[in-house]
């Protein structure tokens, strides 16, 4: 690759670096697996980044989409670590209302099925339309739409007003 394509990617990955490790996290729910999940598709737009580095960053998010979906399909590559003990919850007057708020959100995240969790991810956290999250996941807009409907109201149930405090749907 020639000096300045690689400067380039350098350049790409300092400037976006943090905000493809949050998309990350967000479908991960776990740093190292997010951490992992960036690289892993870092290393693939490298190696096509002289086709691709025009529209690099839509590229490169596609390629987590697709890899953390890979990963869904095969439940049985999971990584679960087993415990002896279920480890102890804090109190319910033990944190700030906030922090406690945050939590409950994304236990119900991580709760909701991964093509919905998706969605919202594309369209809430990065705030993509309809269509462009269809056309990043590869369905229809009407997919995306129940997918996104589905996830809230499952959220709404599992997380109660705290949802509709927060923004709601769009």
Known sequence: MKQSLEDEFTVFVADRGQALLRIAYALTGDRGAAEDLVQGALAKAYARWPRIHSD?????RRILYNDRASLWRRPG????????EVPDRAGPGAHDEDVTERLALREALLALPARQRAVLVMRYLEDRSVEETAEALGCRPGTV?????????????????RITELGGAR
Request: no cysteine.
């Open 56 to 60: 690099a960053e839509a590229y490169v």
């Open 77 to 84: 590559r999971r990584r679960e670590v087993s415990v002896a």
């Open 145 to 161: 739409a129940s997918q996104a409907s589905r996830a809230l109201a499952k959220l709404r149930v599992s997380a109660g007003d």
